[in-house]
């Protein structure tokens, strides 16, 4: 199944089951080790949880297997590891606290002066 695939999965599980703030970095020239990052904000550490448990169960029904789960019940962040796709479910105060858009964002106007100087 292509990276693009997945994703169209995941996003729409994640629009299905209510997650908030659901946002998708393309990451394939920054990083070689995944094509796109999906971070998703959760209401609590079970809803967080569930998102990635539904996303999971759907990803499977395609015939993919995840690689892994990181974070449980208690946590603020549930990492799922598809391969090509990995979603970060976050609460919303982990979410602000780690800023991983602005971690994965080049400011294209800092990337020139770098050039520049």
Known sequence: MQAEDILKIVQDVLDERKG???TTLDVRNKTS?????VLVT???????KSLCDYVS????ENGVRPLGVEGDLGSDWV??????VIVHAM???AREFYQLEKLWSVDKAKESEQEAG
């Open 79 to 84: 990492l799922l590891d598809l391969g090509d």
């Open 20 to 22: 908030q703030h659901v």
């Open 42 to 48: 959760g209401t609590s550490d079970r809803h967080l």
């Open 33 to 37: 080790f995944t094509d796109y990052m």
């Open 91 to 93: 609460t919303a105060q």
């Open 57 to 60: 169960e759907k990803i499977k």
